[in-house]
């Protein structure tokens, strides 16, 4: 399993932007497919967009679409959320996630690798 770190995350007014980097540990990253989730206070672990490995397919939300896009560096072993337009609704911990084998889908229990999260606020 490869182990993930995000970063990027903090307080921003909205209509801001920010980005999100999720760094994968070991050689095999371009072999995962890759997701970021969020989580808001009190409520359930929603996705948020996913990505193929090589980067050429992507998947969003409706809430996102449109203000946020995923994109990877198989190079440098990062995963990348550039995240526009941010709404207070957007507050929440953003998780990065790896699946080894299969498509990316909008399922947490189909990743088996988490980060820890990085909090992001957006202020109204």
């Known amino acids: 399993q490869v182990q993930l770190v995000e970063s990027g995350g903090g307080l921003v007014q909205a209509g801001g932007s920010l980005r999100l980097s999720c760094a994968a540990s070991?050689?095999?990253?371009?072999?995962?497919?890759m997701a970021w989730f969020r989580q808001a206070p009190g409520k359930e672990r929603e996705f948020v967009t996913a990505i193929t490995p090589s980067g050429g397919i992507t998947d969003y939300a409706d809430s996102v679409k449109g203000r946020f896009t995923i994109s990877r560096d198989n190079a440098k072993n990062t995963l990348y959320l550039q995240m526009s337009r941010l709404k207070p609704e957007d507050t929440a911990v953003y998780y990065c996630?790896?699946?080894?084998?299969?498509?990316?889908?909008?399922?947490?229990?189909?990743?088996?690798?988490w980060g820890r999260g990085t909090q992001v606020t957006v202020s109204s």
């Open positions: 070991g050689r095999t990253f371009g072999y995962y497919a």
């Open positions: 996630a790896a699946r080894r084998w299969g498509n990316p889908t909008t399922r947490g229990r189909d990743y088996e690798s």
